[in-house]
């Protein structure tokens, strides 16, 4: 399995990473981490009111930003993890408002991807997950593409493969289920 060491050490000091996920490459920081998320938007020129995906591992990392999902939409989600859907769920006050943009959602998702397991649970938790893109650029395909786009400006990259999609994740509203991108 992959030595994730760099990549954990450099989340710990607020630092943006690289990784593959299910569809596309993914730029990834501390949710928590303030000035981590500022940078991570300012490096791909996206508007802050847009906000950002967290994922995860397993359903377990997300239980603080889950606490008031009830149980039937729990169950929702439960179903459709792991794996490439991701649903805007209420904000419950746990995330960060950079995380949330403009929205009173937060988009959040378990990947079935082994490498962003394995990397979660090496951070311990969930991670910022954003496509490895300049705003209004196609999303990089492998990690060579990162660096040509990002260079020195990330702290890791994690190499490995993606997961097999061909797309970015299916973005759905747990309230009212509509699809916002397939």
């Given at each position: 399995?992959?030595?994730?060491?760099?990549?954990?050490?450099?989340?710990?000091?607020?630092?943006?990473?690289?990784?593959?996920t299910?569809?596309?490459w993914?730029?990834?920081?501390d949710?928590?981490?303030?000035?981590?998320?500022?940078a991570l938007?300012?490096?791909?020129?996206?508007?802050?009111?847009?906000?950002?995906?967290?994922?995860a591992?397993?359903?377990r990392?997300?239980?603080?930003?889950?606490?008031?999902?009830?149980?039937?939409?729990?169950?929702?989600?439960?179903?459709?993890?792991?794996?490439p859907?991701?649903?805007?769920i209420?904000?419950?006050?746990?995330a960060?408002?950079?995380?949330r943009g403009?929205?009173?959602?937060?988009?959040?998702?378990?990947?079935?991807?082994?490498?962003?397991?394995?990397l979660?649970?090496?951070?311990?938790?969930?991670?910022?997950?954003?496509?490895?893109?300049?705003?209004?650029?196609?999303?990089?395909?492998?990690?060579s593409?990162?660096?040509?786009?990002?260079?020195?400006?990330?702290?890791?990259?994690?190499?490995?493969?993606?997961?097999?999609r061909?797309?970015?994740?299916?973005i759905?509203?747990?309230?009212?289920?509509?699809?916002?991108?397939?």
């Amino acid at each position: 399995m992959q030595d994730f060491t760099a990549a954990v050490a450099a989340l710990r000091r607020g630092g943006i990473i690289a990784y593959p996920t299910e569809g596309v490459w993914g730029l990834g920081c501390d949710p928590d981490d303030e000035r981590a998320l500022s940078a991570l938007i300012a490096l791909k020129g996206r508007a802050s009111e847009k906000g950002l995906i967290l994922i995860a591992g397993d359903i377990r990392q997300l239980a603080a930003w889950l606490e008031g999902v009830d149980d039937d939409a729990m169950a929702r989600l439960s179903a459709s993890w792991p794996g490439p859907n991701t649903w805007l769920i209420p904000d419950n006050g746990r995330a960060a408002p950079l995380l949330r943009g403009s929205h009173s959602t937060l988009a959040v998702r378990v990947s079935d991807h082994p490498l962003v397991q394995a990397l979660c649970a090496a951070w311990g938790g969930p991670l910022v997950s954003t496509s490895a893109n300049r705003a209004g650029e196609p999303p990089a395909m492998s990690a060579s593409q990162v660096r040509e786009t990002f260079g020195e400006a990330l702290d890791a990259v994690v190499d490995g493969q993606l997961g097999g999609r061909d797309r970015p994740s299916t973005i759905r509203d747990l309230m009212t289920n509509e699809v916002l991108r397939a």
